[in-house]
């Protein structure tokens, strides 16, 4: 309840500057500057902006569940303005007097009213995107879930177990860890390396030399206490741990995630103080001035690369390309703790995606390797995952994944409306690709298809519209056996084809609101 009044105190507060943005913007349209104009009008105007927010209150039109029927809730936008509209053409009627213009109060709740519609709609549509209110406890669900499905350690249930590995770690170590960390990363640290401390190495640093001053297939484990949030180079940090280790060591680390810093960052200031500043000062300084080119350096002067934000997707891709693989992870306090186990050598990609346009690998025609552009909508390094989520998530309808925590907020607007696929039409100017055809598949995508269907596929340039919109298929099976009937009808009548997919899927786009998730 008490979430529900912050919330409707909130959006009390942006329309009030809505109303008042609206009035002075139709103001400056009337009579430019004359202050003298706008002085005669503030009393009519207290009044109408007093009429306004008490009928918007009383009809709730700062009211907004958790169930959000967009419909319903422009219905009640709309009425509530037209009966401040019924209201207003009253008073001015018969009141009769000249503090007022008609052209600033209709043009005022004209403004305000398309204002609050776009508002609504991009409430909606974010409320859509987002998985949950609070991050912390949607990703300790996913976790959770992984591990009562056998996919993530589930912590040892036989107690003596606990004891006796626990009774292996000398006394110094576990001290060392506790006074750190805490004695939950204690048990973290004994369920991932069973309590060896002879050949675990120990580090609190966010230094690249004290790991790279390590010598090479001494130790099996190793354990850094400090958060990767404030190493500089997180990856060559990776890498140099990879190559200090043995073939299956184990690497163990923690990160402060996005949303674990969100969680805090609105614990500790008061509201609305803390939404004004994350939104307005940490989320575009520590968000969006990494991911272009000339806010980068910016960020990297003020910030020297301490205090990073991190989610969790980029986190384990970070791991992923520097050669490890995922053996467990646990929310531990305020942070999340993670356990890798060395498995190749560093992908040691000389040119990561970062920024906002991605260049993407998919298997075009004749097997090569074509490179889709796209717009960003995964977290930084989520390219890498495509395995892990393969391993520990299940294929959904429409071939997506269950729970896809790789996408951003902003990612699933963007995916929402094909956005993010408006560079792919370079693609299709340069050649490699076409209108209608079969969607470009990554590597390990690719290889979850049929031998016949691959072969099939391999035939043809990929396309901008895919036979799925045409006969929306359900499950994995279905959306290959979709493939296979466009293809042979393709390579049968061409034209023809292409142009009744085309049509068909624009219409179950438009019409019945088909979405490839």
Not at 82 to 91: K, R
Not at 150 to 171: D, H, P, T
Not at 279 to 302: E, M, Q, S
Not at 456 to 466: A, F, S, T, V, Y
Request: glycine share 4%; aromatic share 16%; hydrophobic share 40%.
């Amino acid at each position: 309840m008490e979430k529900q009044l912050k919330k409707g105190f909130v959006f009390f507060i942006i329309d009030l500057v809505i109303v008042i943005g609206s009035f002075f913007l139709i103001i400056w349209f009337k009579s430019g500057k004359d202050l003298s104009y706008v002085e005669r009008l503030l009393n009519s105007f207290f009044v109408f902006l007093t009429l306004w927010m008490v009928i918007s209150v009383l009809f709730k039109k700062f009211n907004l569940p958790k169930e959000i029927i967009l419909r319903r809730k422009l219905g009640n936008l709309v009425l509530c303005n037209f009966i401040i509209l019924g209201s207003v053409s009253i008073l001015m009627y018969l009141l009769r007097t000249s503090f007022y213009s008609r052209t600033v109060v209709f043009g005022t709740l004209l403004i305000a009213s398309v204002i609050e519609i776009l508002a609504v709609n991009f409430y909606y549509f974010l409320r859509i995107a987002r998985i949950n209110s609070f991050p912390q406890d949607h990703e300790y669900y996913a976790l959770r879930q992984l591990q009562n499905n056998g996919k993530r350690k589930n912590g040892y249930k036989n107690e003596q177990a606990v004891a006796y590995l626990n009774s292996k770690i000398s006394e110094r170590l576990r001290d060392s860890i506790i006074s750190e960390c805490g004695k939950h990363a204690l048990d973290f640290f004994i369920r991932n390396t069973n309590g060896d401390n002879n050949n675990t190495l120990l580090l609190s640093t966010t230094s690249l030399f004290n790991i790279r001053s390590q010598p090479e297939n001494h130790y099996h484990s190793i354990f850094n206490l400090k958060r990767i949030n404030d190493i500089r180079y997180i990856n060559r940090f990776f890498e140099s741990a990879n190559s200090i280790l043995p073939s299956d060591g184990t690497f163990i680390c923690c990160v402060e995630t996005k949303n674990l810093r969100k969680k805090r960052l609105f614990k500790k200031y008061l509201f609305p103080f803390n939404f004004f500043y994350y939104y307005l000062i940490d989320y575009p300084i520590k968000r969006l001035f990494p991911k272009f080119g000339l806010t980068k350096g910016i960020y990297f002067f003020l910030t020297h690369g301490n205090n990073r934000v991190l989610t969790r997707a980029e986190t384990l891709g970070r791991l992923i390309s520097s050669g490890f693989e995922i053996t467990d992870e646990e929310y531990i306090d305020s942070l999340c703790y993670l356990s890798a186990k060395k498995v190749q050598e560093p992908s040691n990609d000389p040119d990561p995606s970062y920024g906002p346009l991605v260049k993407l690998e998919r298997i075009g025609k004749n097997g090569d390797i074509v490179r889709v552009l796209k717009l960003r909508t995964m977290y930084p390094f989520a390219e890498y995952l495509q395995d892990y989520m393969y391993q520990m998530h299940e294929l959904q309808d429409g071939g997506k994944f269950d729970h896809d925590f790789r996408v951003s907020t902003i990612g699933k607007i963007m995916r929402r409306f094909w956005i993010d696929e408006l560079p792919m039409l370079y693609n299709l100017f340069k050649g490699n690709m076409k209108l209608v055809g079969v969607r470009p598949l990554s590597k390990q995508y690719f290889n979850l298809y049929d031998k016949e269907l691959q072969d099939k596929r391999i035939k043809h340039k990929p396309g901008l519209i895919p036979p799925f919109y045409y006969d929306l298929p359900k499950t994995l099976e279905e959306i290959q056996k979709s493939e296979m009937k466009y293809l042979e009808a393709y390579e049968k009548a061409p034209f023809r084809t292409d142009l009744k997919y085309f049509w068909k899927a624009i219409f179950n786009i438009t019409i019945k609101q088909a979405r490839s998730n």
